[in-house]
């Protein structure tokens, strides 16, 4: 078999009450210590330093790989040219709306899957999936995990080959009845109006699991036969932290493939970006930590007419406004990937910024103490940031008051107001350090209302008194995957592979993403996990497609894009001899 198949181009916690600040210094020293001594693991390779505090050295550092397309036969060629067809491109349209079509809408507040009734959304979805594509179902081994987590195996040639795993997720997140009319299309219709498909999940992530099966569907259909088993695993609850969905399917395969069983992850994710005169691809090769705290204020209730000075919805606020007032330090550790990008900046688009260019030659590490980065401020993380949220946020901890509840009646005082505080941790910290900060905050309010703090234990509620809780949903920073591109690596197979299809124009570069994926659960399995969107269209995409909320959308030609670039990963992977 010869490599003859094209580049495309794009078409343009109990403790006893207490009140001491002195009995509260053992849970703020354990915080500060963890905080200290935790770090994520992984370092991104193409990043060189000389060590803590030393300045990087001015090397080539965004090395871009040979564009890569795997070996063919001509029946697969032909195949492959047909996902330019007006014919794949109208059925192709058809299969994904009818996916958006189908509600599976995923709710913070679900109970048990035997017992919510919510949960069988799911079923039509599956059945969907079935009818759509027959010869997947055929010739693919299907397993049910938790009821409705589906995991499809296409079984290898060659079991000496670690699997490829290729996932998305099924559920979507709710549209609030209240927002309906402001669609500019029903919002599980699935319209499509020349250019974009229209619906909730069109982009979010139905678009990537319907392309992972249409590829395999015309990898079947073409006689392709793989020699790297290839696994599908599509969670049914990622939009609610996917314990149910994914959390059950890791572990499942796990148990099959073990510690590091996988060769690469490709889930959905970071997308691509236009930035400094260049066009850059940014496969998620880390994603930021996560917590939420609860912070819970119980108060004395009684008749409004004669109120206390404060109420525990007062309380709440001052806390809330003590939170907002204090921002976490921006700055760039040595393995946050978007310091690769600025390399890859530096070296490849002709309009990156001189005074970045000049802070990047002379970028030290960020101190390792959380203290430290506070007083020493990181010139090159608060100059690129700069560029708005969406910068600042890959270097900098995110904090948001996202719920309140609190009072019943307007004739009563509340008794109980909890407020959540979601927060995503930075590269370099650690979620620790945000409890930290919440409960210096509490003690100081705490002391100043004569209210009991309980911060971090499983203490139960009483009476006066403030209590701090994490969520269960609690995670560290993500590992970061090996980025090298001098040796043949799943990460040098994606960029190849993403050059092919879009042009070597196309710069790919380390990215992070600030939410989680499903990824989260997957980290025993390997170390090369890549969160990416490889659909795109030059012409008419711009961000994210309004996931999470009205008119979210995907351009056709993003989603018959991201077919394409699935054929070549599956067949440049398989032909791959990974170390």
Not at 119 to 147: C, G, I, Q, R
Request: glycine residues 6%; contains cysteine; charged residues 20%.
């Amino acid at each position: 078999m010869e490599k003859t198949l094209p580049t495309q181009e794009l078409p343009q916690a109990a403790t006893a009450p207490r009140r001491s600040k002195r009995a509260f210094a053992p849970v703020l020293l354990f915080l500060a210590a963890t905080a200290y001594y935790f770090s994520p693991s992984g370092l991104l390779p193409t990043v060189k330093h000389s060590g803590h505090h030393g300045k990087h050295h001015a090397v080539a550092q965004c090395a871009q790989p040979t564009p890569l397309v795997p070996a063919s036969t001509p029946k697969l060629l032909a195949a492959y040219e047909s996902l330019s067809s007006k014919t794949f491109r109208d059925a192709s349209i058809l299969r994904l709306s009818g996916a958006v079509q189908v509600r599976t809408e995923s709710f913070d507040d679900l109970g048990p899957i035997d017992e919510d009734k919510r949960w069988e959304a799911m079923y039509p979805f599956a059945d969907y999936l079935a009818a759509t594509f027959p010869l997947v179902h055929s010739h693919l081994k299907l397993e049910k995990v938790n009821t409705h987590g589906l995991v499809y195996t296409w079984a290898g040639s060659n079991s000496s080959l670690k699997p490829s795993i290729l996932m998305a997720h099924q559920d979507v997140v709710p549209v609030p009845d209240a927002t309906v009319s402001a669609w500019t299309h029903p919002p599980f219709a699935g319209f499509y109006d020349g250019k974009y498909i229209w619906g909730r999940g069109a982009s979010d992530c139905k678009n990537q699991l319907i392309a992972i099966m249409e590829t395999v569907e015309t990898l079947i259909a073409a006689d392709f036969t793989p020699k790297r088993t290839l696994v599908l695993p599509f969670g049914f609850d990622e939009e609610i932290s996917g314990r149910e969905g994914a959390g059950s399917i890791a572990p499942f395969l796990h148990e099959r493939y073990g510690d590091n069983g996988i060769a690469a992850i490709v889930d959905e994710g970071a997308t691509f970006e236009k930035a400094w005169g260049a066009t850059f691809a940014k496969p998620g090769v880390g994603e930021k930590g996560y917590t939420d705290v609860s912070v819970i204020v119980r108060m004395p209730g009684g008749h409004s007419s004669i109120p206390s000075d404060h109420t525990s919805i007062g309380v709440a606020a001052e806390i809330i406004q003590a939170v907002e007032a204090e921002q976490y330090p921006t700055f760039l550790a040595d393995n946050n990937p978007y310091l690769g990008q600025l390399y890859c900046g530096t070296e490849h688009a002709p309009n990156f910024p001189k005074k970045l260019s000049q802070l990047l030659a002379t970028h030290v590490s960020a101190p390792v103490c959380p203290a430290m980065r506070t007083k020493h401020k990181d010139a090159l993380a608060l100059e690129a940031a700069k560029a708005g949220p969406g910068t600042k946020y890959l270097m900098q901890t995110s904090q948001a008051v996202d719920v309140i509840h609190g009072g019943v009646k307007t004739n009563a005082l509340p008794e109980r107001t909890e407020i959540t505080i979601n927060h995503r941790i930075n590269v370099g910290s650690t979620p620790q350090e945000a409890w930290y900060k919440i409960s210096k905050i509490a003690e100081k309010i705490a002391k100043k209302h004569n209210l009991t703090l309980q911060a971090f234990t499983p203490a139960k509620e009483i009476p006066n008194s403030i209590t701090l809780r994490a969520s269960k949903t609690t995670l560290p920073v993500a590992p970061i995957s090996p980025t090298l591109t001098n040796i043949t690596s799943p990460y040098s197979i994606l960029a190849a592979t993403t050059r092919a299809l879009y042009g070597e124009d196309t710069i790919v570069t380390p990215g992070i993403m600030t939410g989680n994926t499903d990824t989260r659960y997957y980290w025993a399995l390997t170390k090369h996990i890549f969160r990416f969107g490889p659909g795109y269209d030059a012409e008419l995409d711009n961000g994210l497609g309004n996931i999470h909320t009205v008119d979210e959308k995907v351009s056709v030609t993003n989603h018959v894009n991201a077919v394409k670039w699935f054929w070549l990963f599956v067949g440049n992977m398989d032909d791959a001899e990974l170390e």
